[in-house]
């Protein structure tokens, strides 16, 4: 609505009460002023980056996080750009402005230049969520335009800003026009399925900022952006789906029918891992090495460790946030993923831990939060199971009964692997060990890491250099000898130099160690008792780095560990 015309209708409004009522007006003359108006364009950047300028291509569009609509800014200093983001405004002479932003991160300041008085600027130290910053500013006598702008500092990572405002009289450049009601949404379409969820996702919809979406014509959520999934759904039921867009302004007709549904009781069906297996790493974030989707893993690979888990502030609770470096247009998009993996007879797990995570399960209380919050992204994204790589000690008590609780959720079809380091096995007497005796019931693989180690003792008690085939044969031993059943067994290398530290052992080496292993033959000067044929195989870190080098890990490994007798 346009201001200047709310304040005339009030003004004649009045008018005509006083002259109805018959009451004489005294000093009414003149014209009514409008009123303060936003001169600032594109304030909330819900059409990208017009009207804003940013230095050396610092700034973006960001659908996350957004303080209000679909959009926000966000912009990354880089050396010694600070990634300052104008936008020349028109105003009044001799007139007070209002200016104001929400803004997140740190070091984040907002000012206005060439006032033609004392150019002003505030700014925020940073925080968690968004926060308000606010100062005013005075034109000079010939002032027409000013130069209002956001930076961050030199060394910080990127902020955000939304929400932008300039208020004070209309220089000649008028406002953003009031929104309208956006259209109804097209291409509504279902996605991953469960027995009690169902995935949707849709076209953006023009000046929208907003979703509602309708189960059988009754309006269950709202969501930011163009994907949802509808849970508490019955098993084996169909239902019908409709969207609508919605904006300030109002809310769209619904979107066109979809009719989709759960499958039958029970969870997403879950195929058995093979007699031997090749575990492969997925890295849910970008280190330099190939970027990959889910779908970009390599066929070679039968159980995917998506790295990683991420903790929460609750003691044992994990979450999983989708990395934006990987190319997703949303989390719809990457379940989907995880079904066509399944769906090909792979086994998709969660990992937990990691170099740099840390989750502290050290109380009943902190089980129970594992085991629940695991159970529901096992639901939620169609994981098999989970991976635990906890590289900074555990409770082999408390995790023991973590693990327990997934599993009676989960049923005898979870797939638990374990990625200890090569310390972490030494002897059946260390905590991960004891662990992987625990839960030797419902566990599917051990994985030892045999890099990053320098030398270490194998079973016969002597003393083996990583990078060799003694070094893998000597040390699996003690996992194969110290009660687990070989079928439990996997050998860890780096799928690359670029994978690891220290330890690269090439695949030649590998397979001569599953020969040496499983049927006694390629080994070096350690050569157990007996073989093992049931020997379950080999994990590398990562698929990521074995893509880097053109899948010359999994294409020489691969072949070999499922040719095992």
Same mark, same amino acid.
């Given at each position: 609505m346009d201001p200047t015309k709310r304040?005339?209708? &009030?003004?004649?409004?009045?008018?005509?009460?006083?002259?109805?009522?018959? @009451?004489?007006?005294?000093?009414?003359?003149?014209?009514?002023?409008? =009123?303060?108006?936003?001169v600032a364009k594109n304030a909330g950047f819900e059409s990208g980056l017009s009207n804003w300028t940013c230095s050396s291509g610092t700034g973006a569009n960001t659908a996350t996080p957004v303080r209000t609509g679909a959009s926000a800014l966000k912009a990354t200093p880089a050396g010694m750009d600070n990634a300052k983001c104008t936008q020349t405004v028109a105003v009044k002479p001799n007139s007070t402005y209002s200016l104001g932003a929400w803004v997140q991160g740190s070091y984040v300041y907002l000012g206005a230049g060439g006032t033609g008085t004392t150019d002003v600027s505030t700014w925020s130290p940073g925080g968690s969520g968004w926060s308000q910053l606010s100062t005013t500013f005075r034109t000079g006598p010939s002032t027409t335009s000013v130069t209002v702008y956001t930076h961050g500092w030199y060394g910080q990572s990127a902020y955000y800003v939304d929400d932008v405002s300039v208020f004070g009289p209309d220089g000649g450049g008028g406002q953003d026009p009031d929104p309208v009601v956006p259209p109804p949404p097209t291409g509504l379409a279902a996605g991953t399925a469960t027995s009690s969820t169902i995935a949707l996702n849709w076209g953006a919809a023009s000046g929208a900022t907003g979703y509602n979406v309708y189960r059988d014509g009754a309006k269950i959520l709202s969501v930011g952006g163009?994907?949802?999934?509808? %849970?508490?759904?019955?098993?084996?039921?169909?239902?019908?789906?409709?969207?609508?867009?919605?904006?300030s302004a109002g809310e769209s007709a619904k979107s066109a029918a979809v009719t989709a549904k759960t499958l039958p009781g029970g969870t997403n069906p879950r195929p058995p891992v093979p007699k031997h297996a090749l575990t492969g790493y997925w890295q849910n974030f970008?280190?330099?090495? %190939?970027?990959?989707?889910?779908?970009?893993?390599?066929a070679q690979y039968d159980i995917i460790a998506v790295a990683f888990a991420d903790a929460t502030t609750t003691p044992g609770q994990l979450t999983f946030n989708l990395s934006s470096?990987?190319?997703?247009?949303? #989390?719809?998009?990457?379940?989907?993923?995880?079904?066509?993996?399944?769906?090909?007879?792979?086994?998709?797990?969660?990992?937990v831990g990691g170099e740099l995570g840390n989750v502290s399960i050290n109380s009943d209380a902190s089980a129970t939060a594992f085991a629940d919050s695991a159970w529901a992204l096992m639901q939620e994204y169609g994981f098999s199971g989970v991976d635990i790589d906890l590289e900074?000690?555990?409770?082999?008590?408390?995790?023991?009964? =973590?693990?327990?609780?997934?599993?009676?959720k989960a049923g005898p079809g979870m797939v638990l692997t374990m990625a200890p380091q090569t310390l972490d096995m030494q002897s059946t007497?260390?905590?991960?060990?004891?662990? =992987?005796?625990?839960?030797?019931?419902? @566990?599917?693989?051990?994985?030892?890491?045999?890099?990053?180690?320098?030398? +270490? @003792?194998?079973?016969?008690?002597?003393?083996?250099?990583?990078?060799?085939?003694?070094?893998?044969?000597?040390?699996?031993?003690?996992?194969?000898?110290?009660?687990?059943?070989?079928?439990?067994?996997? @050998?860890? #290398?780096?799928?690359?130099?670029?994978?690891?530290?220290?330890?690269?052992?090439?695949?030649s080496i590998v397979n001569n160690a599953l020969d040496c292993l499983t049927r006694g033959t390629g080994c070096g000067t350690f050569k157990p008792a007996r073989t093992?044929?049931?020997?379950?195989?080999? +994990?590398? &870190?990562?698929?990521?780095?074995?893509? %880097? =080098?053109?899948?010359?890990?999994?294409n020489a490994v691969g072949p070999h560990v499922h040719a095992l007798p």
């Open positions: 304040s005339r209708r &009030w003004l004649g409004g009045a008018l005509a009460l006083a002259v109805g009522a018959g @009451l004489t007006l005294v000093g009414i003359t003149g014209t009514a002023q409008a =009123a303060d108006v936003n163009t994907s949802a999934t509808v %849970t508490n759904l019955a098993a084996d039921t169909a239902y019908q789906f409709q969207v609508t867009a919605t904006n970008n280190n330099g090495a %190939t970027v990959q989707k889910l779908r970009d893993v390599q470096a990987l190319g997703y247009a949303n #989390v719809d998009e990457f379940k989907a993923d995880v079904a066509a993996k399944k769906a090909a007879g792979k086994s998709v797990v969660l990992s900074h000690g555990i409770n082999a008590l408390y995790l023991t009964k =973590a693990l327990r609780q997934l599993s009676a007497g260390t905590q991960y060990f004891q662990l =992987a005796l625990n839960v030797k019931d419902i @566990l599917t693989v051990v994985n030892t890491q045999y890099y990053n180690s320098g030398a +270490m @003792l194998g079973c016969d008690g002597k003393v083996y250099s990583q990078g060799t085939v003694d070094f893998l044969t000597g040390l699996a031993c003690i996992q194969l000898e110290g009660g687990l059943d070989p079928s439990q067994v996997g @050998l860890g #290398v780096p799928a690359s130099t670029r994978g690891a530290g220290s330890g690269y052992i090439s695949p093992y044929p049931s020997l379950r195989g080999a +994990m590398t &870190w990562s698929t990521n780095w074995d893509a %880097t =080098a053109g899948n010359a890990w999994s």
